[in-house]
């Protein structure tokens, strides 16, 4: 059993959720031909807390962006609901993105002239059964900044907004691409926590991108990417809180 009471045998049981099979991407400008990703195998399960782990250039990011359907395949597939998305029209990825997925960026994205629960009501706007856009923004703790713009909150609690937009959509998987990389480090333990307990008391399916490795030690399961291959695919016998990671 891990540290948050939670027997490690059991996640082995859970839903498979995405999966990718073969996975290739390569970027042409003129003739250069740059091969990104190498042949991914790599799936997603119900309530994990993912962390990919993975020095600058070695694909992650670009992973990240086949799994949220911001971009496509150049072969292999990659497999939701048994749909390939690799295959996926523009206006099916849009369906996907909206219906199904939440992103949590380093920068916050936020609209500078638009109040914390006005940003939140964007994503809700969109989405068939939101969150009403209040109850997100109390999951996050920032119910009483509801009404105060970016410029009145600080880099942490614009974060939270942005977190709070995301679950507002109540999607299956919630993709963050180094929501700490702009923070410094006591809103960062703040806003990984957080994270953490989303994935904890909500179930939330979280897949986290970072070159920090502390925070992997707070993941189900780690995988690192290197030179557009997958070196490692592991799960933590023992997970840390984000108070104990080492910096």
């Known amino acids: 059993m891990?540290?948050?009471?939670?027997?490690?045998?059991?996640l082995a049981?859970?839903?498979?959720?995405?999966?990718?099979?073969?996975?290739?991407?390569?970027?042409?400008?003129?003739?250069?031909e740059t091969k990104v990703l190498r042949g991914i195998d790599f799936a997603l399960y119900e309530k994990d807390f993912t962390v990919i782990l993975g020095a600058s250039g070695s694909g992650k990011s670009t992973?990240?962006?086949?799994?949220?359907?911001?971009?496509?395949a150049s072969s292999g597939k990659v497999l939701f609901a048994g749909k390939n998305l690799a295959e996926a029209s523009d206006a099916e990825l849009t369906l996907f993105r909206r219906d199904h997925v939440g992103f949590v960026f380093q920068f916050y994205n936020l609209v500078p002239t638009l109040s914390a629960v006005e940003n939140v009501e964007v994503a809700t706007q969109i989405c068939d059964d939101p969150l009403d856009p209040l109850e997100?923004?109390?999951?996050?703790?920032?119910?009483?900044r509801a009404h105060h713009f970016p410029s009145q909150m600080s880099g942490g609690q614009q974060q939270r907004v942005s977190i709070a937009r995301a679950l507002a959509?109540?999607?299956?998987?919630?993709?963050?691409?180094?929501?700490?990389?702009?923070?410094?480090?006591e809103t960062s333990v703040m806003v990984l926590d957080l994270f953490a307990r989303l994935n904890r008391e909500l179930g939330a399916t979280l897949l986290m991108i970072t070159h920090a490795?502390?925070?992997a030690q707070m993941a189900h399961r780690v995988v690192r990417i290197s030179d557009g291959v997958v070196a490692e695919d592991r799960r933590n016998e023992r997970r840390l809180q984000a108070s104990e990671l080492q910096w």
Do not use: Q
């Open 2 to 10: 891990d540290k948050n009471g939670e027997k490690l045998d059991a």
């Open 13 to 32: 049981g859970r839903d498979e959720i995405l999966k990718l099979e073969a996975v290739t991407r390569t970027f042409r400008n003129g003739e250069v």
């Open 63 to 72: 992973l990240l962006n086949l799994i949220g359907g911001i971009d496509r």
């Open 136 to 144: 997100a923004l109390k999951l996050v703790g920032l119910e009483d």
């Open 169 to 185: 959509k109540k999607p299956k998987l919630l993709l963050c691409d180094e929501p700490t990389g702009a923070l410094d480090k």
């Open 213 to 215: 490795p502390p925070i």
